[in-house]
C-alpha cells in the first residue's frame, strides 16, 4: 500500500512487520451489527448513555456544536465524584472499591462506604486551606490510595484537579503549577518505585522554590512514614494531611456542577518545547468513560478489575478513577514495579484479588513476553475473563501470547485506540461483538465517527486520522492557550479534529493505527515531544545544538536517540554521554532519558535550516544510505545500529 503523503508512507514501511500471521481467525462471538445499528442516532446514542448517570438536573439540549467547541448536555447539572460514589450508596456501602498493595507489601481495602468517608475528609482538608471551587489544585502523589481520594475530592468540591505523574521532575511539576495557576499542591513524604524511595516531597519543596503563587503543600504520610524524617515543613505553606484531617469534623457534600464545567487540566506532550494542559469538562467527559467503561471494559459491580497505568496518565484518569468507579466495580491499585520482588509481581496480585478484567500497555507485554511463560504460569489467572491493551500499536506477536499467557486463550482483547484529547477510548473492538484481529484496533467505537484523509481532505485507504464528528468526552481547549488548540488540532481540515496519528484501513473496513506522524515519541506508552527533549539537552552548558528522533525499541516500541553537537572546545566521550542522559532525566523525568546520544560534527539541515530528522531517524536505525561522514563519527554511527540490532535479537 502507498498512500501521498511521505509521513504515512515511512509510517507503513516501519509497520510492515505488523501484519497479523496468515490464516489468524481470532475466537469471537458472531458480530452483532445491531450494537452499532443503535448508535446511527449518534447524539440520541449519547443521551441514553448520560441519563444512566446521576444528574442533579436534567439538560436541555444534548450538543451545541459550533466548531470546533462543542457543549454537551447545556444546563444539566451533576458531580463526577457522586457518580463514582454516592449513587452507589447505601446498598452498595459494603462492596470493595479500592483494593490497594504496595511495594513492599503493605494492603489497605476500602469499601464503597469507607471510600466516601475518606473522600469526605480529603474534601474536607482541601476546604481547610482555602480551596473552592474553580480553584486549580496539582496533585504529585503515588500510587496510594490518597491519590484517588484527592482527586475525588477535587471533583466533588469543584476544583479542578491537574494530576502530575510522581515520575517527573520538580522542573517540570514547577511548569505544570504555573501554567494551571494551582495555589495548592497535594504531594506525599514519599513513595516505593523498585525498592527505592521516591523522595516526592523533596522535588515538590524543589519546584515550590519555582512558583510563586502556590500557598499551600498538603503532605500524606505514606503508611508509617517513607522518609518522613528528612522532610522539611516550610511552616505557614506546608501542612501534614494527617494534622489537618484532625480538624475536619462535618461531611461535604457534593457540588453540583455544569456540564460543561472544568473537571480537570492533564497535561501531555506535544510538538513543542512546552506541555499543554489538556481540559476536560464534566458531563460528556463522564458519559463517554461510563459508556466506554462499560462496553468495552464490560465491567460490571461484581467485576475486580486492575489498570496498571498510573493516575498521572489520561488512562489512570478515565479507567483506573472516573469509569470504573462510576461502574461500581472493585479496583486493584498497585504502587510499585511489574519486577519487583520478581517479575512474577503482576500475576501473584491477580491471583490473589481474583483479578477478572485486565488493562494494561504493549510496552508490559513485550516486556512479560521477554521474561518468559513461568512467571504467569506459575499462577492461578482462571479468574480473568477480558483483556485490554491501550497506549501504542501492539505487535501481532504480543496480542497473541498475551492472549495465550495471560488469557489462557479464552478471553476477548481489546486494543484501545484513545488519546489524552479524546478523554475516553474511541476506536476499539466490543468483547464479544467484534471478530478481533491482533495488531488492529478494528473500527470506532458506537457513537464516534473516524476518517483516514490526506492533506486535500479526501479520504484514502492509508491517510491522518481524523475524527470527523464531536463526541461527549472531547478536549474543551488548551488551558490558556487558544491559539494553540486551534493550530493544533482544527487546523487541517474544516471543523474536523486532526489526532496526530497515522492509520490504514482494510478492506473489511478494520483500523490499523501506525504511529504518530508529527514530533511527539511514543516511549513506553509515554508521549514525549521530541522538541521538550532537545530544549532540556541544550540547557546543557556543554551542548551546542540537539535533535532527537525516536528509534524502534523491541520492549518500549520507541526508544529515544539523540544527536547533539558540542560547544567549541568540547570532546565527547562516553562520560558526557552518560551526563546528558542523566541531565534530560533530571530535568524532565527518567522516562524521557534518550537510549543513546550520539556526537554529530554538524546537524543535517535543509536549506531553510530545518532539521532534517527523517535522515537523523534512519541513521539511528541503521536505515541510511550513503555517506553519513558528515553527519556523524562514523564509528557512532556504526554503535548505535549494532546496539539496537543486539537488542533486537538480530
Ligand atoms: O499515537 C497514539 C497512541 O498514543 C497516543 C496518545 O497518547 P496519550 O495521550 O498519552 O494517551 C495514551 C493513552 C490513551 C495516540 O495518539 N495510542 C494510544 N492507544 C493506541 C495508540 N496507538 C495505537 N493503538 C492504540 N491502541
Not at 458472531?30 to 436534567?58: I, K, N, Q
Not at 515531544?529 to 535533535?547: I, K, P, W
Request: net charge negative; aromatic share 10%; glycine share 12%.
Amino acid at each position: 500500500m502507498k498512500s501521498e503523503c511521505a509521513a504515512i508512507d515511512a509510517l507503513l514501511d516501519e509497520r510492515r512487520r505488523f501484519a497479523p500471521p496468515p490464516g489468524f481467525v481470532a475466537r469471537a462471538r458472531v458480530a452483532d451489527p445491531a450494537v452499532y445499528a443503535e448508535a446511527e442516532d449518534w447524539e440520541a446514542y449519547w443521551e441514553r448513555w448520560a441519563r444512566r448517570l446521576h444528574w442533579f438536573s436534567p439538560w436541555s439540549t444534548a450538543l451545541e456544536w459550533s466548531p470546533p467547541d462543542a457543549r454537551w448536555f447545556q444546563e444539566g447539572t451533576l458531580n463526577a465524584c457522586y457518580n463514582c460514589i454516592d449513587r452507589h450508596l447505601p446498598e452498595g456501602a459494603g462492596r470493595p472499591a479500592l483494593l490497594w498493595e504496595g511495594e513492599p507489601g503493605d494492603r489497605r481495602r476500602f469499601t464503597y462506604g469507607e471510600l466516601a468517608t475518606e473522600v469526605e475528609r480529603f474534601a474536607g482538608v482541601l476546604k481547610s486551606v482555602g480551596v473552592g471551587r474553580g480553584d486549580r489544585v496539582a496533585i504529585y502523589l503515588p500510587m496510594i490510595p490518597e491519590a484517588v481520594f484527592a482527586m475525588l475530592a477535587c471533583a466533588r468540591i469543584g476544583a479542578p484537579h491537574s494530576v502530575v505523574f510522581a515520575g517527573f521532575s520538580p522542573d517540570s511539576l514547577a511548569d505544570r503549577i504555573n501554567d494551571a495557576g494551582a495555589e495548592v499542591l497535594v504531594t506525599a513524604d514519599g513513595g516505593y518505585r523498585r525498592g527505592k524511595v521516591i523522595a516526592l516531597k523533596r522535588n515538590a519543596d524543589r519546584a515550590a522554590a519555582r512558583c510563586p503563587g502556590l500557598r499551600s503543600v498538603v503532605v500524606v504520610r505514606r503508611g508509617q512514614g517513607v522518609g518522613s524524617d528528612g522532610v522539611e515543613m516550610t511552616v505557614g505553606r506546608d501542612h501534614w494531611y494527617h494534622e489537618l484531617a484532625q480538624s475536619v469534623r462535618d461531611g461535604c457534600s457534593a457540588e453540583p456542577m455544569g456540564a460543561e464545567d472544568l473537571l480537570y487540566i492533564l497535561y501531555t506532550s506535544g510538538t513543542t518545547g512546552k506541555p499543554k494542559g489538556v481540559v476536560h469538562t464534566t458531563g460528556g467527559y463522564m458519559t463517554q468513560v461510563y459508556a466506554t467503561t462499560r462496553t468495552v471494559l464490560d465491567l460490571r459491580q461484581d467485576d475486580v478489575y486492575w489498570c496498571t497505568a498510573d493516575v498521572g496518565w489520561v488512562t489512570g484518569h478515565s479507567y483506573v478513577v472516573y469509569g470504573p468507579l462510576a461502574a461500581g466495580a472493585a479496583v486493584v491499585i498497585y504502587e510499585g514495579a511489574p519486577d519487583w520482588p520478581d517479575r512474577g509481581r503482576f500475576w501473584e496480585i491477580c491471583e490473589r484479588y481474583g483479578v477478572s478484567v485486565f488493562y494494561t500497555a504493549p510496552t508490559a507485554i513485550r516486556a512479560f513476553m521477554q521474561w518468559g511463560d513461568e512467571w504467569p504460569a506459575a499462577r492461578e489467572l482462571g479468574s480473568i475473563r477480558l483483556l485490554g491493551t491501550v497506549g501504542e500499536p501492539i505487535n501481532p506477536e504480543a496480542w497473541i501470547w498475551y492472549r495465550r499467557a495471560i488469557g489462557g486463550d479464552r478471553c476477548p482483547i481489546v486494543d484501545t485506540w484513545w488519546q489524552t484529547e479524546t478523554g475516553a477510548m474511541m476506536i476499539s473492538p466490543l468483547p464479544g461483538v467484534t471478530h478481533a484481529r491482533p495488531g488492529s484496533a478494528c473500527r470506532p467505537l458506537p457513537g464516534i465517527d473516524v476518517d483516514l484523509l490526506n492533506d486535500g481532505g479526501e479520504s484514502v485507504k492509508a491517510g491522518y486520522l481524523a475524527i470527523t464528528r464531536p463526541w461527549p468526552s472531547m478536549l474543551r481547549g488548551i488551558w490558556g492557550d487558544r491559539p494553540r488548540f486551534l493550530e493544533t488540532y482544527w487546523s487541517k481540515w474544516d471543523g474536523i479534529y486532526f489526532a496526530g496519528d497515522g492509520a490504514k484501513v482494510d478492506d473489511d473496513g478494520y483500523l490499523w493505527l501506525l504511529g504518530r506522524v508529527d514530533d511527539v515519541l511514543n516511549v513506553a506508552g509515554h508521549r514525549i515531544g521530541t522538541m521538550e527533549v532537545e530544549s532540556a539537552l541544550v540547557e546543557h552548558e556543554a551542548v551546542a545544538e540537539a535533535a532527537v528522533v525516536g528509534v524502534e525499541h523491541p520492549v518500549k516500541g520507541q526508544g529515544i536517540a539523540a544527536f547533539v553537537t558540542l560547544m567549541g572546545g568540547r570532546e565527547g566521550s562516553d562520560e558526557l554521554a552518560a551526563e546528558l542522559r542523566g541531565h534530560v532525566a533530571d530535568s524532565i523525568g527518567a522516562i524521557a532519558r534518550p537510549e543513546v546520544v550520539l556526537f554529530a560534527a554538524d546537524l543535517p539541515k535543509t536549506r531553510s535550516g530545518k532539521i532534517m530528522r527523517r535522515l537523523l531517524g534512519d541513521i539511528a536505525a541503521g536505515r541510511a544510505i550513503g555517506d553519513t561522514t558528515t553527519l556523524a563519527e562514523p564509528a557512532v554511527v556504526r554503535g548505535v545500529r549494532e546496539r539496537y540490532r543486539e537488542a533486537e535479537g538480530g
